[in-house]
């Protein structure tokens, strides 16, 4: 039973019950026809033969009648029926025909009005008279055809077709002539048939299936060698992939379609994994540092001052490690695609002005002027806590990294399919080496110190521009400074969206 759960085996077994069906039907169809053809056949020359033996012992009676019965005028009217003479007569030609080519294969029979035997040109014991139906039939009805099977002495059994005529004299029957032919070809027709059904179909079967399983098993191979090499995937070796085959079939369509969720993946297990990495990381450090600060305080009594600036301390560690978890989480969902975005309609430009008004907090006490410029129709499909966040990430970095009296610019332009929120500082900028490391996680740059961030802003920054299907540039600034460019999808008028629907009305996705 294990055999019959390969797809090989069940192929070939119904590929095989389907040929040898069809095969079967096929010859059965073509076996009737050809019979019905050659029975005609037969028939034809049969009624070609039977009146002609007709016309020709009539023509014979004319031309012998005189002489047989001595000429006269009678003679003329004599009839045939009941007549010595036209049994003399028939005999005679019967004799002068019998190796008439026409003839050949042919048996000719003569009977009188009454059924009797008037002359045969061969004889065959068993059909020496008329069967009564026979001979009912064709004195009211005219020609019957019949099959009988006969015994020749040697040789194979062979079936006899039959022509029995009347010959109509004066709207009187004058006699019957009856023709038999073989009918060989027939029987040749139908011992070739049973040796094609019974032997040849068989083993033309067999052989197409035997075909048929050696190109199944070479068509299925590759499939075999996927098979073993994806029993050999587990979790930790996510990079291993399928040969693809040479061919550019369904297989390798197949491989393709397993090698791309494969990478993929992977490149879920790597996310998780760099998470839980990074994670377990960067809580280390201000555990350890909280744990040692505890226990240092531990070892002896302190004043309540002490005390209290130790929790302090505690608080601000644990305050740091609650920021990186839920900044790690953020990203983690971002990535993933789980994290869930409250889309609405939203100016953008209204949105980084509240940004800007937040930052100049932390502006002020350094100096540092912050210039706002935005035009109208800077409308967005998107998520204002997560938008808010990127745009906060961003302006905080500039002022953090430009030094006292420096300058920050924020720009909010439409463009054909875009809303551009600019970000340009006059800071000391990015060394260029660093430009495509600092969307990366816990990239910070040189010289600044631990207090000043965890170096996630950015990559939570570019995740959030990416799951609304925008995203974030960075260059060097015309003074020297960085220069922060965000695009965002612009959000169509509510006519030209078919998916979005009612704009009033916020969606989720
Ligand atoms: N406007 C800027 N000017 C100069 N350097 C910048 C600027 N913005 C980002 N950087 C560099 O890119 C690094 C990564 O920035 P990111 O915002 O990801 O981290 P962070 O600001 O260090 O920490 P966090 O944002 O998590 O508090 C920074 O450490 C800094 O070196
Ligand atoms: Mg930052």
Redesign the pocket.
């Known amino acids: 039973m294990r055999v019959l759960r390969s797809v090989r085996v069940r192929i070939i077994a119904l590929y095989m019950a389907i040929l040898l069906l069809s095969l079967t039907l096929f010859s059965f169809v073509l076996f009737r026809d050809l019979e019905r053809m050659l029975n005609d056949d037969i028939d034809k020359l049969l009624k070609s033969r039977a009146q002609g033996v007709a016309d020709s012992v009539n023509t014979y009676w004319e031309a012998e009648k005189l002489e047989v019965a001595g000429g006269g005028i009678m003679a003329r009217s004599l009839s045939k029926i009941g007549n010595a003479n036209f049994v003399k007569i028939a005999q005679r030609w019967v004799m002068d025909r019998t190796d008439d080519p026409e003839l050949l294969g042919i048996i000719v029979q003569i009977f009188d009005v009454k059924g009797g035997q008037i002359a045969s040109s061969k004889t065959v014991p068993e059909m020496d008279s008329l069967p009564p139906d026979v001979f009912r039939s064709v004195l009211l009805g005219g020609k019957r055809f019949d099959d009988f099977p006969a015994a020749p002495a040697s040789g194979n059994p062979v079936s006899l077709r039959a022509l029995t005529i009347p010959v109509v004299e004066n709207q009187r029957v004058a006699y019957i002539v009856r023709v038999l032919g073989p009918l060989t070809s027939l029987d040749f027709l139908l011992r070739d048939f049973r040796l094609i059904v019974f032997i040849l179909f068989p083993i033309a079967v067999v052989l197409s299936g035997v075909v048929g399983s050696i190109m199944a098993r070479v068509t299925l191979r590759p499939i075999n060698r996927m098979i073993e090499t994806i029993h050999a995937i587990t979790g930790e070796n996510l990079r291993l992939r399928l040969t693809l085959p040479e061919s550019k079939d369904e297989v390798r369509r197949l491989a393709d379609t397993f090698n791309d969720m494969l990478a993929r993946l992977e490149q879920a297990f790597t996310s998780q994994r760099l998470f839980i990495e990074d994670l377990t990381h960067e809580l280390k450090t201000p555990l350890a540092v909280l744990k040692g600060e505890l226990e240092v305080t531990l070892k002896r009594m302190r004043s309540a001052r002490e005390y209290e600036s130790v929790l302090e301390s505690s608080l601000e560690e644990i305050d740091r490690i609650i920021r990186i978890v839920e ?1 790690l989480l953020v990203l983690a969902r971002l990535e993933k695609g789980v994290a869930a975005l409250d889309k609405e309609d939203l100016e953008a430009g209204e949105l980084v002005a509240q940004c800007v008004e937040d930052i100049r907090v932390l502006a002020e006490p350094k100096g540092i002027s912050v210039r706002f410029e935005s035009k109208d129709g800077t409308n967005v499909w998107g998520d204002s806590v997560r938008l808010r966040q990127l745009f906060l ?1 961003v302006l ?3 002022i ?2 430009t030094p006292p009296g420096g300058e920050v610019e924020v720009e909010v332009v439409r463009e054909v399919e875009w809303v551009k929120i600019t970000v340009r ?1 006059t ?4 060394p260029e080496k660093d430009l495509p490391r ?1 969307f990366g996680r816990f ?3 040189q010289g ?1 110190g631990r207090e ?8 939570i920054a570019k995740a959030i521009a990416e799951a609304h299907g925008g995203r974030i540039e960075v260059s060097i600034a015309a003074g020297g400074g ?1 220069c922060f460019d965000m695009f965002l999808p612009i959000r169509p008028p509510a006519r030209f969206s078919a998916v979005s629907g009612d704009p009033s009305v916020p969606r989720k996705y």
């Open positions: 900044d990430n905080d970095n500039a953090k990294y500082d800071g000391p900028g990015i600092i990239f910070r740059g600044h000043k961030g965890f170096g996630l802003g950015l990559s960085t």
